[in-house]
């Protein structure tokens, strides 16, 4: 007897560069590719680094080869037009049974490609809070537009579900919300061999405070370093290392580390492949970002086993319980969080029950077992086009 033909997933996303959502959709293919369906990806330009991942985990990968990025206006619509058109076509050709868009250009693409038909249905992935979109004037009017054709929205957080609702006016019983999930087995505690250790300079008994983010404003590393400054000058040592491409904050926050007199206490490694190590180097984990969606680097330090201080923005007191499995602060407070980070650094009885309780939920809440889970289950009733609670459910599926 022949074996089922599995329903086939076009997963829409604008690159495969490393970052959060391109690492969420390598992960659920490998979760549920080639077992419970088949994968197909497709991006707008060049492929990226994750894309022989992506293979090896028995997806296809398509480019759109629409090059380019440009902020006049004309330039964006000619390509939101070779886009669609491109789209088009990979539709007809791949026939898939359902579109999972990511992120707003390949969720405009992925709408718009299927008109006037509004076939196969169509989920849209919600995976940041509307403030930092919101400067560009045209976003709301898009959003709700993508919001209106998609058959589903999936939220990764209650906040982004609820920023979507307020600020986009989403139908509320068309909003699912389901975690990120972290991969528990790349990530765990445990020190790693001291050859990176010594790679990166990092001086031998002295406390390291870790922090992977890309260089953007809102990720607040200006507002560690303030606090590092604080903690200097409480004579506390430590070492404090960043993780992360370069973006808009690097010069500012690399010239306040030298008027600080932080140069000897602070690496900066760039952007690296093997941030399961590097975490695993840090004593305490460091998120002093302004907003956030669900953030995964919270999820791979809390998989670490790290003691975590992190703001209380967006989805992260979804994912931390103050005082329980981390230290939460306000945004944009470098006193509050030296103070926090100043607890962790003193108390290691205190840092070892956060860490474990961190680990503890990582495993038993953000697992990629339970994240494909609730994935496969909504794929499965888009397909089959089941509707009432199950799909409309509003609450938390975690």
Not at 272 to 294: I, K, M, N, Q, T
Request: charged share 25%; glycine share 10%; net charge positive.
């Amino acid at each position: 007897m022949s074996a089922p033909v599995l329903p086939r997933v076009l997963v829409a996303i604008n690159t495969l560069e490393i970052g959060g959502a391109e690492r969420q959709v390598l992960e659920t293919c490998r979760a549920l590719g080639e077992r419970e369906f088949r994968f197909d990806v497709v991006t707008t330009g060049e492929e990226g680094p994750l894309a022989a991942d992506l293979r090896q985990a028995g997806a296809r990968v398509h480019s759109l080869r629409v090059g380019g990025r440009g902020s006049v206006r004309s330039r964006r619509l000619l390509r939101l037009v070779r886009s669609v058109l491109r789209y088009r076509s990979l539709l007809k050709e791949l026939q898939p049974d359902l579109i999972h868009a990511y992120l707003p250009e390949m969720s405009v693409v992925s709408a718009a490609a299927r008109w006037p038909r509004r076939r196969p249905p169509l989920v849209v992935s919600k995976r940041t809070l509307v403030r930092w979109m919101a400067r560009d004037p045209i976003y709301f009017p898009i959003a709700r537009w993508i919001n209106r054709r998609a058959d589903v929205l999936l939220a990764n957080s209650e906040a982004v579900r609820q920023d979507a609702i307020g600020k986009e006016g989403a139908d509320p019983e068309r909003i699912r919300v389901i975690h990120n999930g972290v991969n528990t087995e790349r990530f765990f505690p445990g020190r790693p061999e001291g050859a990176l250790a010594r790679q990166l300079g990092l001086p031998p008994g002295v406390p390291v405070i870790g922090m992977v983010a890309n260089f953007f404003g809102y990720k607040g590393h200006a507002d560690v370093v303030e606090a590092a400054a604080i903690l200097r000058g409480r004579g506390l040592p430590f070492t404090l290392l960043f993780v992360g491409r370069e973006g808009d904050a690097s010069e500012g926050v690399r010239r306040r580390v030298r008027e600080a007199g932080l140069t000897e206490s602070v690496l900066f490694s760039g952007p690296r492949s093997e941030v399961p190590d590097l975490l695993r180097l840090c004593d305490v984990y460091v998120s002093a970002s302004h907003e956030e969606g669900f953030s995964n680097s919270i999820l791979e330090a809390m998989a670490s086993g790290l003691a975590i201080v992190a703001t209380s923005v967006g989805g992260t007191p979804e994912q931390i319980g103050d005082n329980t499995s981390g230290l939460l602060v306000p945004p944009g407070d470098p006193e509050r969080l030296a103070a926090a980070l100043s607890r962790l650094l003193l108390d290691g009885g205190l840092r070892s029950r956060l860490a474990a309780a961190a680990r503890e939920d990582a495993v038993q809440r953000f697992s990629l077992e339970r994240l494909a889970e609730r994935v496969a289950a909504l794929y499965r009733d888009v397909i089959l086009g089941k509707s009432g609670p199950r799909l409309h459910s509003t609450g938390v599926s975690d």
